[in-house]
């Protein structure tokens, strides 16, 4: 089996199992402030918060003025960059998805469909990772410390 094909065959089984997933969930109020407190009251959701961070204050509590203007401009350009990106592949995928029910459909057209839809998802990873290296340089070195925790802790992709 080649490279490509079990891609595809992952991302198709991930597909198919997440929505699964979703409605198993739905009714489950989350674990939000509100739902937290509603579910466990104060005292549950202050001991979490405590826990956090062991190191320093957060991060994003010691940013000056000149930094909070960069960071803001930062992730303009990126809510920017990112649309136009996310744009594109949702159409990739819908033209896929109608090119795919077509009488005339052919696999190699279809692979050629699906890396197609793959870059996107590669320049939307170039484009977060990007950022948060533009982040960290404009951070002091004491509030990396606390940005970098957060970064290492993170599972998927946003």
Known sequence: MKPSSLLVSVLLSLGLALPLAATANEGHPGHHKQDMRAMHGDSCHKAAKEKK???AEHWSQT?????????????LKLARDMAVVKAKAEVA???L?????SDKANQDKINDMIDTLLGYDQEI?????AHLLEMRHTLTE???????????????IK
């Open 53 to 55: 961070h062991h190191f």
């Open 97 to 101: 998805n109608v090119y795919t029910t």
């Open 125 to 129: 990873l170039r484009l977060r990772y």
């Open 93 to 95: 995928q819908k033209e």
């Open 63 to 75: 940013l000056n003025d000149a930094q909070k203007k960069q960071i803001d401009q930062m992730h």
């Open 142 to 156: 004491e509030q990396r410390v606390s940005y970098d925790m957060g970064v290492l802790k993170r599972s998927g």
